[in-house]
């Protein structure tokens, strides 16, 4: 399956690796800060950039406890609710618009995770070309089903996730829309390294049918090499103008100049993979004749002298002579004409 997006970019098997920057929340509502996340993640290299998009009302209560991590980096629920945080980084539709076309002038794709109903029909009706799914939706069918029904391409993260639920969110998806990619993820912030648990992509790739990925919230980098090497055909990373910044995700998000180093990771990753295909490599050429041997005469040989482990040696000779995997066919051959000690043996000097 090929998944085939605006900017001529393609999420699939035969091509490379999707890259997202995930902005998320970490614009914390200010304009000017999330038009720069945009020019930063383009400026890196990254395919797309990802806010999220939700109204708060119709995702949460106002009482809702907050998760572990949200507390650690913005207070306990009576220093800040969960509530009052989430409205303080709602985008509005004019912003979206705005964004849109920062992204557009920078040509990289826009892309935002809905949260509800409402927000699936907002980024719709702005024309979005694929959709993500947050890990916390994983598991809500009726809304992976509404999502599913718009028809465009949709990539669902699968943290915190027995796989019994991620086949049950798959076949209630590609009932109505094949175009699906999954992602590995782990629902920490940051998550540690042993939990990475990579080798569930090819299990997901193998029993569903569909395009992996990898949704990366550990702070190293070598999950991200690590994925790309399993066949990776989508990365996700949070990113950030200044881990410093007080919000919820910063802290787990890594700065531009990483953002710029990753990207360049992966790409070199990718090239250094090739295409499969085993063969002699271009800069092998001139170091394949040098370095191999081939047969020479071990002592003078007189015409019609039979070949054999006591004439014959290999040695490296820059490329003159026969093959020394062609040995047990000149053994055993007569020699058409006089060869000198250390002379290269040649299919003309055999009859």
């Given at each position: ?24 929340v ?28 939700f ?64 927000s699936?029909?907002?980024l ?47 076949e ?32 997901m790739?193998n ?26 055909k ?25 953002l ?30 040098k ?61």
């Open positions: 399956m090929e998944i085939i997006l605006p900017n001529n970019k393609k999420i699939g098997d035969k091509n490379p690796c999707f890259i997202i920057a995930e902005a998320g970490n614009h914390n509502g200010d304009k000017d800060m999330a038009m720069e996340l945009v020019r930063v993640a383009a400026r890196a290299g990254a395919d797309a950039i990802k806010f999220q998009t109204i708060t009302e119709n995702i949460i209560l106002k009482n809702a406890p907050k998760a572990e991590y949200h507390i650690k980096t913005t207070g306990k629920d009576d220093e800040l609710s969960w509530y009052k945080l989430l409205k303080s980084q709602e985008i509005s539709p004019q912003l979206h618009k705005e964004l849109i076309k920062e992204c557009k002038k920078e040509s990289i794709l826009f892309m935002s995770t809905p949260y509800d109903y409402e699936v029909d907002l719709c009706d702005l024309g979005i070309s694929i959709l993500k799914v947050a890990s916390t939706d994983a598991n809500n069918i009726a809304y992976l089903q509404y999502m599913a029904s718009k028809q465009i391409p949709i990539i669902l993260s699968t943290a915190m996730c027995e796989l019994g639920e991620v086949k049950k969110s798959v209630a998806i590609k009932e109505i829309n094949e175009q699906l990619v999954l992602l590995q993820c782990t629902g920490n912030y940051p998550a540690p390294l042993s939990d990475a648990n990579l080798l569930s992509m090819n299990e790739k029993i569903f049918n569909v395009i992996v990925g990898y949704s990366d919230h550990v702070e190293d980098d070598i999950c991200a090499i690590s994925a790309i090497a399993l066949g990776a989508v990365y996700e990373k949070h990113f950030t103008l200044d881990q410093n910044l007080p919000g919820p995700d910063h802290n787990a998000s890594i700065e531009p100049d990483a710029c180093s990753l990207i360049e990771k992966i790409r070199k990753t990718e090239m250094s993979l090739g295409d499969g295909n085993k063969r002699v490599m271009n800069s092998e050429i001139v170091n394949r004749k370095l191999r041997k081939y047969m020479i005469a071990s002592k003078p040989i007189k015409k019609g002298d039979i070949f054999n482990s006591d004439n014959i040696a290999v040695k490296r000779t820059g490329g003159a002579g026969i093959v020394a995997d062609k040995y047990y066919d000149v053994v055993g051959k007569v020699a058409k004409t006089d060869i000198s000690l250390e002379q290269p043996i040649t299919m003309e000097s055999i009859n």
